[in-house]
């Protein structure tokens, strides 16, 4: 098949699609991505890249088409409006002129935004191509719950804008069960809506970390409680804090922050203005490839999201490299999330936003045995192994966009009522 892939974001951006990507050319299949210049998490433009260079790029044989758009900065309020609106405004003018060609599919992956469909639904008319649509982010929801829109006008335009796009696609993926009931709300047709899932990229495994290794040399020592991702507003960074105040009294307890996103420089104040400079440890971004590495030296990997609706009925993406890696994990998440870690029996459990509540996981899995400890990471990847494995989920996705693909009319047609 010819599969095009929209997605705002893309390699050297790390998300999950970079990997989708490389298991449907692995599979036989000729993709090409259309993405916006690489920006994430940063919010500058990378090095090698200009508003309006390169257009054209090959990632590991994959012919990747770019757009511009304007940097998202700091991530928050007009700046973050431009930088969706000028993506989806960009490539649905110019990606008619540069994707070339028939496409038996269009897949698209949404993390956030929700305009990204906007493009596909041109090129979708254009080449009468069927449109997939991965929803990792609902929209309008996402926009409150992290509190980037407020006014309730916008929000119900946000929603028609949704409708508009869900009613129009194929099928619409959703990364969490939960999921389903909102977007089937907002408009999808429910027999078009499907359960599809995340999983970690084949380099997410367990490891075990020489004795040389380069990564031991950033430890700190003592029970160390490793956070890997974005450091923004949902990741609930108030609430880490807290439960590093509560814990000041146990000096043996470190946390280890690997990653940036736009609330890195209040977390670095916020870090010397209560004194935990020797208890909470930034250390930056690093290459993907290199998590299991840092996992492999840590006693316990958090995960966190604010006390939402919203996020009760997500699975944080990281979720799944986790417990890929074999690792015990402190889930400060409720619903959904927090209800996959309990059934793999991968870890500890506490209430989102809840300071005393982590500190007191943090406090129990480090009065554990190590060998307890490890019978915990060995059923985190029994689990991963059973609900979450790459080649199954590759299986599933294939086969609907082979169904697509066979019938583009009727798959459309299902879609597109008003």
């Not at 409150?144 to 409708?163: E, I, N, P, Q, Y």
């Not at 995960?303 to 993406?317: E, N, Q, Y």
Request: aromatic share 10%.
């Amino acid at each position: 098949m010819r599969i095009l892939i929209v997605s705002q974001y893309f390699w050297p951006e790390s998300f999950r699609i970079n990997d989708l990507a490389l298991g449907l050319k692995e599979r036989g299949h000729k993709v090409t991505v259309l993405t916006g210049m690489p920006n994430y998490p940063a919010g500058v433009l990378f090095q090698g890249y200009s508003m309006f260079s390169p257009t054209r790029e090959v990632f590991k044989d994959i012919p990747v088409l770019r757009v511009p758009l304007i940097p998202r900065g700091n991530g928050k309020g007009w700046r973050l409006a431009l930088n969706y609106l000028s993506f989806a405004v960009c490539a649905s003018l110019i990606a008619p002129l540069r994707c070339k060609g028939t496409f038996d599919c269009i897949f698209v992956y949404e993390p956030s935004p929700v305009t990204v469909g906007l493009p596909a639904l041109v090129l979708g008319r254009l080449k009468r191509a069927p449109i997939l649509f991965w929803v990792q982010d609902m929209w309008p929801e996402s926009l409150s719950a992290t509190g980037a829109v407020t006014s309730a006008f916008l929000l119900r335009w946000v929603g028609k804008l949704v409708r508009f796009i869900y009613r129009r696609c194929a099928y619409v993926l959703v990364q969490s069960e939960g999921f389903i009931p909102h977007v089937t709300a907002t408009g999808a047709d429910p027999l078009r809506v499907k359960y599809f899932p995340n999983w970690a990229e084949n380099f997410y495994r367990p490891v075990l970390a020489s004795d040389d290794a380069p990564e031991r040399g950033e430890m700190p020592e003592g029970f160390r409680v490793m956070f890997a991702g974005n450091i923004g507003a949902a990741q609930s960074f108030e609430t880490l804090l807290a439960a590093a105040e509560h814990l000041r009294s146990h000096p043996d307890i470190q946390w280890i922050i690997l990653g940036d996103g736009h609330q890195k420089r209040w977390v670095e104040d916020q870090i010397v203005r209560r004194g935990l400079k020797d208890h909470i440890h930034l250390l930056g971004h690093r290459p993907a490839e290199s998590m299991p590495q840092y996992f492999a030296l840590a006693d316990a990997l958090l995960v966190s999201l604010r006390k939402d609706p919203l996020f009760a009925v997500t699975i944080p993406s990281k979720v799944q490299s986790y417990l890929a890696c074999g690792r015990p994990v402190i889930a400060a998440l409720e619903g959904t999330g927090a209800a996959v870690v309990q059934a793999a029996g991968a870890g500890v459990v506490c209430e989102p936003g809840d300071s005393h509540g982590l500190a007191e996981a943090v406090l129990t899995l480090s009065r554990l045995s190590s060998q307890e400890r490890e019978q915990m990471g060995q059923r985190a990847r029994d689990y991963y192994e059973r609900q979450f494995e790459r080649s199954v989920l590759l299986d599933r996705l294939e086969a609907m966009l082979q169904e697509c693909a066979r019938n583009p009319i009727r798959s459309r047609g299902l879609t597109c009522a008003s």
